[in-house]
């Protein structure tokens, strides 16, 4: 089992910045791939970001590529998704989850090749 906690969510204004922070458990870090996703009120959750083992090879999606940039400490067992230039739009519930993978270049983008989840961290963006 790998116990995922999301931290660092919140409230700003548009145009501000949040670096949220997802630390794990319970496993070897570095066996994992890892991903960030979202879900807004009323909507389906959606890929943002996902990250390979070695944080060589990184996938974000559109509507936050250029923006957001995800990241991973294997020595501090935690990923990282850097949130600049915020819109109403990015307001949701911020999930990060695993995937355990012997490919060390890969990154995942789909919810379900995904075994573990966090409980999420809200981020509100003020207009």
């Known amino acids: 089992q790998v116990q995922l906690v999301e931290s660092g969510g919140g409230l700003v204004q548009a145009g501000g910045s949040l670096r949220l922070s997802c630390a794990a458990s319970?496993?070897?870090?570095?066996?994992?791939?890892m991903g960030w996703f979202r879900q807004a009120p009323g909507k389906e959750r959606e890929f943002a970001a996902a990250?390979?083992?070695?944080?060589?090879?990184?996938s974000y999606a559109d509507s936050v590529k250029g923006r957001f940039t995800i990241s991973r400490d294997n020595a501090k067992n935690t990923v990282y998704l850097q949130m600049n230039s915020l819109k109403p739009e990015d307001a949701a519930v911020y999930y990060c989850?695993?995937?355990?993978?012997?490919?060390?270049?890969?990154?995942?983008?789909?919810?379900?090749?995904?075994?573990?989840w966090g409980q999420g961290t809200q981020v509100t963006v003020s207009s």
């Open positions: 990250i390979s083992l070695s944080g060589g090879s990184t």
């Open positions: 989850a695993a995937v355990y993978t012997y490919n060390s270049g890969r990154y995942y983008q789909r919810q379900k090749e995904y075994d573990y």
């Open positions: 319970g496993r070897t870090f570095s066996n994992y791939a």
